[in-house]
């Protein structure tokens, strides 16, 4: 058992530690605590602190939930990093390795603020990748929290990790040149217990390229400073590795540190390692005709499967039961306010009638005016943010597949070319949809950006058999455009792409931009197949060009005089 370090809060208390002024730090950011919500938020995070100290996971998983989504009604950003930190921590313990790492991406931006946090984010992801077999992303990681680390020992644990890596890839070697650079620094003196982890996993490497003897020296010096410092886990570890050590040479010693590894398991719960006792006791009775080890394993294997299946269900129910929560909260205050303003629009309708006639027609006049304008940008706001959420729900729709995608990879044997085909086939599929639908759905940039990001998505539906050709782009560069006029332009101009590529069969396109007499004029031509008007009438696609050109106060004419091709010219003032 070749052992990274693999809980966040033990980075959190090296790098505590470490630092000039770790007697006035606590293990977890201060905040704020004058607001209710803030109240509540540490209520229950100590709630989950308390859970968790008595290994009652699945509670400790819901209070610090919980507790993450009040600190992000405040813009907590630690308080909100922290939790979700644990919550990734609990996953990972049941296995949950893809809940993990989803929590802790979502906990990096939250940590900006804090290195300590960063750092610890980081790890976190490197131990997750390693369990998920993404190694090299592992290694992306590690290194991500070594350059933001600066204190030796903590430094130390990540160069650990990243051998356990190495060890796991088999490029023994590799982790070989680590570990011995890290052996040789004075700080671990002070720290028995990684002194001994970096030893255990230095010896482990040694006697896979055959170096026995060292191997051997090494692993006991790591088994003696581990009981010396009644270190259970780690002497479970030690017990694993001599075991398989013994393998070959001596089944009698092999099967004494297996049985000795197996009963330290029960003793503190460590199920993964139970799994490798039985393993190595399985091997060691196989040849003497004693089964009742394989079938403890078997037994073993399958209720682990149970519980965390279990444990990944129960963790998505918590996180999904409280989003929903919130979602309710938030439409309960939505109405408040509605009729809040209702109330108060009451209000002042009959203050108004206390105004002399000149004014109230003043009014009315500014209020059709700012109501027309007003419902005119909503239009396209609404329609935005629709389209906006269309494209997530379709994103997430395709849950089901990759759902049965990871299925098919953890009850298939991938070993054989159609399964491993099979799957290639399945996540190329998924990816590709994806792209496709966040492409043609996807929020707009309208800042300095939306230029240059029009010219990319114009470009994108460019290939070998279609030539795109864009003049006078510049305009728009040159031209202030209000926010619901790029978003019309952008939008406007994908669909008619979006046409061009399901049903045009065309091989040139020309979009020209022109500022004429402030008025922008856009004109698009393509050589394809053409469209009548009879069918023009029938995609709804072109029907929702004329809505949104006329939401601007603009015009949009499709020319039909053309004997091949398709033209549409588009006006709209600046």
């Known amino acids: 058992m070749y052992r990274s370090l693999i809980f966040v809060f033990l980075l959190l208390f090296t790098l505590y530690s470490c630092t000039e ?91 900006q603020g804090d290195l300590l946090y960063q750092a610890s984010a980081y790890n ?43 060890i796991q890839k088999k490029e023994f070697n590799t982790s070989i040149k680590v570990l011995e650079a890290v052996i040789k620094s004075d700080v671990l003196d002070t720290v028995n217990v990684t002194k001994a982890i970096v030893l255990d996993n230095l010896g482990y490497s040694y006697y896979k390229v055959n170096r026995n003897q060292e191997g051997s020296y090494l ?148 209020i059709i005016n700012f109501l027309k304008t007003k419902s005119k940008r909503e239009k396209i706001r609404i329609s935005y943010n629709t389209e906006t959420r269309i494209s997530k729900k379709l994103h997430d729709e395709l849950a089901n597949d990759l759902y049965q995608t990871m299925t098919f990879a953890e009850t298939q044997d991938l070993s054989t070319e159609n399964n491993k ?49 864009v003049n006078g782009l510049d305009v728009l560069q040159n031209t202030a455009l209000e926010t619901n006029k790029k978003i019309t332009i952008y939008r406007t101009l994908q669909e008619l792409l979006v046409n061009m590529k399901k049903h045009s069969q065309c091989s040139l396109v020309v979009i020209t931009f022109k500022n004429i007499d402030k008025k922008i004029q856009i004109e698009y031509t393509d050589n394809g197949i053409g469209v009548s008007q009879e069918k023009i009438n029938l995609k709804n696609g072109l029907l929702n060009l004329e809505t949104r050109v006329k939401a601007i106060d603009g015009t949009l004419a499709f020319d039909n005089a053309l004997q091949k091709g398709f033209k549409v010219n588009i006006i709209f003032p600046v």
């Open 219 to 366: 692993m006991n010096q790591a088994l003696t400073l581990r009981k010396k410092n009644n270190d259970i886990y780690g002497i479970l570890g030690s017990y694993l590795h001599l075991s398989e050590y013994f393998l070959k040479r001596d089944s009698k010693k092999s099967n004494e540190y297996a049985l000795a590894a197996y009963k330290t398991t029960m003793a503190i719960g460590s199920i993964d390692e139970r799994l490798e006792s039985l393993s190595f006791l399985v091997k060691n009775n196989f040849e003497k005709g004693n089964n009742k080890y394989a079938l403890m394993y078997i037994k073993l294997t399958d209720s682990i499967i149970k519980v965390r299946n279990n444990a990944k269900n129960q963790f998505a129910k918590i996180k999904y039961d409280s989003d929903q929560n919130r979602a309710d909260n938030l439409k309960l205050s939505a109405q408040k306010a509605q009729t809040t303003l209702q109330l108060e629009k009451q209000k002042n309708s009959t203050l108004l009638l206390y105004f002399v006639v000149l004014l109230l027609v003043f009014l009315s006049v500014f």
């Open 21 to 111: 002024t770790s007697k006035s730090k606590a293990s977890i950011p201060t905040e704020d605590t004058t607001t209710t919500n803030n109240v509540e938020a540490r209520k229950f995070l100590d709630l989950g602190m308390a859970n968790y100290a008595n290994k009652k996971f699945d509670s400790a998983f819901y209070f610090y939930n919980r507790s993450k989504i009040l600190y992000e009604l405040e813009n907590d950003s630690l308080m909100i990093a922290y939790n979700l930190v644990q919550m990734a921590v609990i996953q990972e313990i049941f296995g949950d390795y893809l809940g993990s790492e989803k929590n802790l991406i979502e906990a990096l931006p939250y940590s």
């Open 421 to 469: 085909e099979t799957l290639l086939n399945d996540l190329d599929s998924i990816y590709s949809r994806t792209r496709n639908i966040s492409r043609e759905n996807s929020s707009i940039d309208i800042g300095p950006n939306f230029v240059p990001n029009l010219k990319e998505m114009m470009s994108n539906y460019s290939n070998d058999a279609v030539n795109i050709l």
């Open 124 to 166: 976190q992801l490197g131990i997750s990748s390693k369990q998920l077999s993404n190694y090299e992303d592992a290694l992306y990681y590690y290194d991500k929290a070594k350059s933001i680390t600066k204190d030796t020992l903590p430094r130390i644990t990540i160069e650990n990790n990243k051998a356990s890596v190495y």
